[in-house]
């Protein structure tokens, strides 16, 4: 079935670089997509979602891109920091489907170095 | 706010026996979500309850896994008889239904050995 995907499974940045992470989705039904942050022996973490009528949406240090045009979304994290060292996932929710249940990707693995 | 409260956190099982999860959504919270998440992998959903009714089931392996939220809260993940690659962390989210925000608990880690 169609599934979110991601470009890399790792990320090495240093300290205070801006790190960018890919994300490719397949549905073009889904109009939701969320990324989470998913630390060892954790759950997933809400970061931050955008839908699909808008094309970027700012948080705390984190900026969220949607092109739908190309199915792509980026999470951006601006002066990435030793805590933001974790697995991140994008998520996507399709609009035809039963639910209201998130379909992820793989998940790119962000390791920051100080 | 308290967050989605799951239990038990590890466990550790022989295959053929069984074993059940437990969760509690955060507090008004009406869908409740159970996903599957083995190691290296994304969540991969297995029920979606709205209330006490299912919404989504169709990708819960129902020969084996069982789950209910009888009284629209807190709800139960079931799996009789257990196989190996049922190994794997089971994560219970909930939203407030809709497109809201999903929440997710700490998970419950299985082994089956």
């Known amino acids: 079935g169609e599934s979110v995907g991601l470009h890399l499974p790792t990320l090495s940045v240093q300290e205070g670089d801006n790190s960018i992470i890919n994300c490719a989705y397949s549905?073009?039904?889904?109009?939701?997509f969320i990324w989470y942050k998913q630390e060892s022996g954790k759950g997933p973490q809400f970061i931050i979602d955008i839908r699909s009528n808008m094309d970027k949406r700012q948080g705390q240090r984190v900026t969220v891109l949607l092109n739908k045009t190309v199915k792509h979304l980026s999470l951006q994290i601006a002066a990435t920091q030793p805590g933001d060292s974790a697995v991140y996932f994008c998520a996507e929710s399709p609009a035809n489907q039963a639910g209201t249940a998130l379909i992820f990707g793989k998940g790119t693995t962000l390791s920051v170095s100080s | 706010e308290a967050g989605v409260a799951q239990s038990p956190r590890y466990k550790i099982i022989e295959k053929r026996q069984s074993v059940a999860f437990w969760c509690n959504p955060i507090?008004?919270?009406?869908?409740l979500y159970w996903y599957q998440q083995i190691l290296g992998q994304g969540p991969k959903l297995l029920i979606q309850?709205?209330?006490?009714?299912?919404?989504?089931d169709s990708q819960l392996p129902k020969d084996r896994f069982s789950a209910e939220r009888l009284k629209g809260v807190d709800s139960t993940l079931k799996i009789q008889p257990a196989k190996l690659e049922d190994s794997a962390v089971y994560l219970c989210?909930?939203?407030?239904?809709?497109?809201?925000?999903?929440?997710f608990g700490e998970g419950s880690w299985l082994t089956v050995v």
């Open positions: 507090s008004g919270h009406a869908t």
């Open positions: 549905n073009s039904a889904s109009d939701y």
């Open positions: 309850f709205q209330n006490n009714g299912v919404v989504d």
């Open positions: 989210a909930s939203s407030f239904g809709g497109r809201n925000t999903i929440y």
